[in-house]
């Protein structure tokens, strides 16, 4: 039976399935061609050479030349459809795979070729089960988030509580802004990239993807969420905690505690062959048994109205995903998150966020901070 023919035109810096198959970072689209043999990459002169030495897996073709070739047979500007189609000719092959992120007007430019393409979902399916290799690497973009909450942890407890419990760092107000950006500095001396750090406090908490602005005060949930990049591997860490600078009142304790323990049952219910969407239901269940109502109130969500947890790899958010919706079973390898969360604009919001690595007996935590309400 013959192999299917890959194709995959993108930029290895923001594409996943391109920097899997080539373990190469190039900022600008290239073309990578798998036809069942050595994966064959088409380079620009700029990239060539490192591609032939960081990526030795793969067999680098210059674009250039295949330019020259595709003049002198009387294509007057070759483009990348015109060098795809110059390869594919070359091994007779007119039908590829393609992501089905392929790029529209490349696609359309392909089949006025002469090309056909297959639009594939899940285009490298292993990329779901993690070897022991991706695990690695994981685990060291999730201390790089390590790193930045406990810079963070460690500004919070050096604040001054202030007039109207409002927290004062080096003489200054303490914001959103400036918390975050002590964060992502001591990401970024740990060589990971920080995008998007979420600090949100009190009301802007219940928004669990507002990323918080303004002064931050006293005695009230405060929900820090990082998920750096690795700036050498790809692969991104996340972690979420939430604390309280002072004291909780009872409300956020028995929220806080609530949240804890719902976390503990995801990671129960976590193991090879589990429905993904049991267990967030299961945790979901709790919640409930617990008197935490979610829906819309008052014309927004509260409650618990996000999943459970994603995938974690090459993408932030990636398969498989533990949600309500969610279909298929977890499998020994997938590397997830486990955050669930509450969040009541009169309360305030919680969540927590470790990372799990699914085994076939269980799972096992790659988290290593602590969780500590009060600080």
Known sequence: MKSETLLIVADSERDANMLY???????DPF???????????????????????????????????????????GVKSPRHAHVIRLLLREQKIRRVIVPDNFPLGLARDLKKLGIKLKPRASFFPKREIKSADEVRKISAALVMAEVGMAEGMEVLRRS????????????????????RSVI?????????????????????????????????????????????????TG????????????????????LYDTVLHGQKIGFEKIRSKAPAAEVHKAVQKFFTQQGWRTGRRDGRMEG??????????????????????????????HVVTVEPGLYYPEIGGVRLEDVALVTASGSKNLTRFEKVLEI
């Open 304 to 333: 618990f109205f996000h999943g459970t947890g994603h995938g974690l790899g090459l993408e932030i958010h990636e398969a498989p995903r533990m949600g309500a919706t969610s279909t298929g079973n977890l499998k020994a390898g």
């Open 160 to 179: 001054k509580i202030g007039r109207n419990r409002s927290l004062i760092y080096h003489g200054l107000p303490l914001t959103s802004e400036k918390l």
């Open 235 to 254: 692969y991104f860490g996340d972690i979420t905690r939430t604390v309280v600078r002072g004291r909780a009142n009872e409300a956020v304790r028995k």
């Open 184 to 232: 992502d500095c001591a990401i970024l001396q740990a060589c990971g990239l920080a995008t998007n750090t979420i600090v949100a406090g009190g009301r802007q908490a219940c928004d669990p993807h507002e990323r918080g602005h303004g002064r931050l005060r006293a005695n009230e949930p405060i929900i820090i969420d990082i998920f750096p990049r690795s700036q050498k």
């Open 21 to 27: 198959a080539t373990d190469l970072f190039v900022p």
């Open 31 to 73: 073309i990578y061609l798998n036809f069942g043999r050595r994966p064959l990459i088409v380079l620009s002169d700029l990239e060539i050479d490192r591609a032939r030495a960081q990526a030795p897996h793969c067999h680098a073709v210059s674009l250039s030349a295949c330019q020259q070739k595709l003049r002198s047979d």
